[in-house]
T-cell receptor, first 116, second 113 residues
Framework: ETGVTQTPRHLVMGMTNKKSLKCEQH?????MYWYKQSAKKPLELMFV???????ENNSVPSRFSPECPNSSHLFLHLHTLQPEDSALYLC???????????????FGNGTRLTVT | LAKTTQPISMDSYEGQEVNITCSHN???????ITWYQQFPSQGPRFIIQ???TKVTNEVASLFIPADRKSSTLSLPRVSLSDTAVYYC??????????????FGAGTRLAVHP
């Protein structure tokens, strides 16, 4: 139990499909993140939400669309993806207040996405 | 953000102590050093964090010299289950706002029987 739950664990989709990845955190954190981890590459930060507001968009293509309806849930909507988008997509959360210690990242176990 | 350099891979045997050193020559005054561990098909897991001298928890120790330009993660008596990728990151956890730490390539540790 990591405190951060991601579903589904595995997803296979065609290039014309639309799908969504879901992340839920049970830690009372205020910041949530999407990372992409491709084979043999470092983790790449995609998006950051702080108090449900998007504060970072790391030059991510528009075929990836994040949504943060509340501080516990984060979605990544996918449409018209390319085969090179196949990767492990990781969600993370951290405590995030302007006047206090920023806790380390807590990651989920990711969604393994394969685009065919 | 301070850049970190660490060995790409290391090998060890069960029961040995493993020390992984990370260089961060341009670490800023307010930066802390944080280490994460990642197993295949899982998200990274926080191991330890420190600012200076030595920090120890139930999993590892972190040694930071006075100039803070490097740090060493020490794993006592490793087992096969310690086979993983270990990431060293530097950043300011008191900066407020979101966590800006950037992951590098990490060190792939293989523990052999």
């Amino acid at each position: 139990e990591t405190g951060v739950t991601q579903t589904p664990r595995h997803l296979v989709m065609g290039m014309t499909n639309k799908k969504s990845l879901k992340c839920e955190q049970h830690l009372g954190h205020n910041a949530m993140y999407w990372y992409k981890q491709s084979a043999k590459k470092p983790l790449e930060l995609m998006f950051v939400y702080s108090l449900e507001e998007r504060v970072e968009n790391n030059s991510v293509p528009s075929r990836f669309s994040p949504e943060c309806p509340n501080s516990s849930h984060l979605f990544l909507h996918l449409h018209t993806l390319q085969p090179e988008d196949s990767a492990l997509y990781l969600c993370a959360s951290s405590q995030d207040t302007a006047s206090s210690y920023n806790s380390p990242l807590h990651f989920g176990n990711g969604t393994r996405l394969t685009v065919t | 953000l301070a850049k970190t350099t660490q060995p790409i891979s290391m090998d060890s045997y069960e029961g040995q102590e493993v020390n992984i050193t990370c260089s961060h020559n341009n670490i800023a005054t307010n930066d802390y050093i944080t280490w994460y561990q990642q197993f295949p098909s899982q998200g990274p897991r926080f191991i330890i964090q420190g600012y200076k001298t030595k920090v120890t928890n139930e999993v590892a120790s972190l040694f930071i010299p006075a100039d803070r330009k490097s740090s060493t993660l020490s794993l006592p008596r490793v087992s096969l289950s310690d086979t993983a990728v270990y990431y060293c990151l530097v950043g300011d956890p008191f900066s407020g706002g979101y966590n800006k730490l950037i992951f590098g390539a990490g060190t792939r540790l293989a523990v052999h029987p």
